[in-house]
């Protein structure tokens, strides 16, 4: 299976670093042209600088606040302006430097911050791509959720494991909406990945023991790599997975998420 994306135009939201540079990187080194957006600009450069494009693929990268429909909106409409986008790869998101606590302390402005950067990110995103991928008569949606999508979170924190519920059943009703469209929308739900400070963080804080033991209950062993996630999304952006939508594909080296 020669997995490729040659004059395929690839939207990665959330891409500056982790995951998402992981899925913007793969895809350029198959021949798409990207255009990655985060709100973290200085590693956006970075990446542009550091991805080695093959097969005719490129990388554009912007500074794009996702909760911020319009902005969406305008770098849409730039990443569609030679055509269509084929892929829209949602990944913006995460825990926006939460900690866990008691339901009774969580303030709303703490709640809605992780609500937006999980949910409103890939809302905005994904209204933005398919009047194109419509026209076109086809496309590909995959958003990043979390194991956090379909069981109690590793993190404690409520509504991060509320968002990634809704990354799912959004996932889930566009496949509905979209598949007499051509558009299959599929979800990918990482395991635990030591991307980020926020995830650094949490690992820092199982202490060695619990770090050995979160490894012995991983089936394979090992923590997942930002490789691991972007394969599995390579494959469900590529006509081989043309049948397959609404799907929810753990990805976490076990046999459940
Ligand atoms: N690392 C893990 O263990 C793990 C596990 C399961 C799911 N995930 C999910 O994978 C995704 C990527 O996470 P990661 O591990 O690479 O690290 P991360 O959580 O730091 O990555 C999230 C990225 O989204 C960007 N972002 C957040 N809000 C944004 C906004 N409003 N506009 C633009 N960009 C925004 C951040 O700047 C960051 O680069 C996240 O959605 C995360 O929830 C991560």
Request: charged content about 20%.
């Amino acid at each position: 299976m020669d997995i490729h994306f040659e004059n395929r135009r690839i939207v990665v939201t959330g891409a500056a670093r982790g995951i998402g540079q992981g899925i913007a990187r793969a895809f350029a080194e198959r021949g798409g042209t990207v255009f990655a957006c985060d709100l973290l600009a200085d590693e956006l450069a970075a990446l542009a600088r550091s991805v080695a494009p093959a097969r005719g693929g490129r990388i554009e990268t912007r500074a794009v606040d996702l909760t911020d429909g319009q902005a969406v909106a305008g770098f849409v409409a730039e990443a569609g302006a030679d055509g269509p986008v084929d892929v829209l790869v949602t990944v913006a998101g995460g825990v926006r430097g939460q900690v866990p606590r008691p339901i009774e302390a969580v303030d709303e402005d703490s709640w809605r911050a992780i609500y937006d950067a999980n949910v409103m990110t890939a809302f905005h995103a994904a209204k933005a791509v398919v009047p194109g991928m419509k026209a076109a008569g086809r496309g590909r949606i995959v958003t990043i959720s979390s194991g956090a999508g379909l069981r109690p979170s590793m993190t404690g924190i409520q509504s991060y494991c509320s968002s990634k519920h809704a990354v799912v059943g959004l996932s889930r009703q566009l496949a509905h909406e979209l598949g007499p469209f051509g558009i299959t929308v599929n979800s990918i739900a990482p395991g635990f990945l030591r991307t980020s400070p926020d995830y650094e963080r949490q690992w820092d804080g199982y202490g060695p023991a619990g770090q050995q033991a979160l490894v012995e209950r991983i089936a394979m062993r090992r923590l997942g790599q930002p490789e691991d996630i972007a394969w599995a999304t390579l494959f469900l952006a590529s006509d081989y997975a043309s049948w397959i939508t609404g799907q929810v594909l753990p990805v976490s080296g076990n046999p459940f998420p």
